[in-house]
């Protein structure tokens, strides 16, 4: 599914419907799983002991293997549970940037990075950017869990108060809540927007 789709009933006999059918599929997913892991478990261990296996045995464990995470795989990025509360008795929404189907309530409290039209406006320019992180990443190992290395790169750059406020809200938005998250999360995320990173070696 390429786009965003939100599916609402509102007719109660058909909710109780479709939250029954949800249940049903639910269930018959967990009973498959624990089927599929008791063989895998009776193929490795005997006795509480791990065991030699036939080179087909290995076979067959790696098979089932394959077969729980397809399962789960599955479950997760249905529209039967919501991954973020786990319920699945809600109307869904679905995000087409993470592929999952979320319950209303928790589709509008996800992080606007996760949002597929979200396109943040950077009040940095792109060699401020490029300076910024070339410098937090020698320093980012000094992290206090804030952001005064941060902020302090980007006052020696110049960048007014305002704009670091929203260039590190951008960063929190990404995973970035501190100078060494900042490198370790948001940096992968923001550096593709519109920064040529090769030719970062040369700025100081």
Not at 127 to 134: N, R
Not at 154 to 176: R, W
């Given at each position: 599914?390429?786009?965003?789709?939100?599916?609402?009933?509102?007719?109660?006999?058909?909710?109780?419907?479709?939250?029954?059918?949800?249940?049903?599929?639910?269930?018959?997913?967990?009973?498959?799983?624990?089927?599929?892991?008791?063989?895998?478990?009776?193929?490795?261990?005997?006795?509480?002991?791990?065991?030699?296996?036939?080179?087909?045995?290995?076979?067959?464990?790696?098979?089932?293997?394959?077969?729980?995470?397809?399962?789960?795989?599955?479950?997760?990025?249905?529209?039967?549970?919501?991954?973020?509360?786990?319920?699945?008795?809600?109307?869904?929404?679905?995000?087409?940037?993470?592929?999952?189907?979320?319950?209303?309530?928790?589709?509008?409290?996800?992080?606007?990075?996760?949002?597929?039209?979200?396109?943040?406006?950077?009040p940095l320019r792109s060699?401020?950017?490029?300076?910024?992180?070339?410098h937090l990443e020698r320093?980012?190992?000094?992290?206090?869990?804030?952001?005064?290395?941060?902020?302090?790169?980007?006052?020696?750059?110049?960048?007014?108060?305002?704009?670091?406020?929203?260039?590190?809200?951008?960063?929190?938005?990404?995973?970035?809540?501190?100078?060494?998250?900042?490198?370790?999360?948001?940096?992968?995320?923001?550096?593709?927007?519109?920064?040529?990173?090769?030719?970062?070696?040369?700025?100081?």
């Open positions: 599914m390429k786009k965003k789709k939100a599916i609402v009933i509102k007719n109660p006999l058909l909710r109780n419907l479709r939250n029954n059918l949800r249940t049903v599929i639910l269930y018959a997913v967990y009973e498959e799983l624990k089927k599929l892991g008791n063989e895998e478990r009776h193929l490795m261990f005997e006795n509480n002991q791990l065991r030699d296996q036939t080179p087909k045995e290995k076979e067959r464990e790696n098979y089932l293997f394959d077969k729980q995470a397809e399962l789960r795989r599955a479950k997760n990025h249905s529209i039967c549970k919501c991954p973020v509360c786990s319920k699945t008795d809600n109307d869904m929404t679905y995000n087409t940037y993470t592929q999952y189907w979320y319950c209303l309530d928790c589709y509008n409290e996800l992080p606007k990075s996760l949002m597929p039209d979200w396109r943040p406006e950077y060699d401020q950017v490029a300076a910024f992180f070339y320093l980012a190992h000094r992290c206090r869990t804030n952001y005064g290395i941060s902020r302090r790169i980007m006052k020696l750059m110049g960048i007014d108060e305002k704009d670091q406020d929203k260039f590190l809200d951008i960063c929190k938005e990404y995973g970035g809540h501190c100078d060494c998250e900042i490198i370790m999360n948001a940096q992968q995320y923001i550096k593709p927007y519109y920064i040529n990173w090769t030719t970062f070696k040369h700025i100081s």
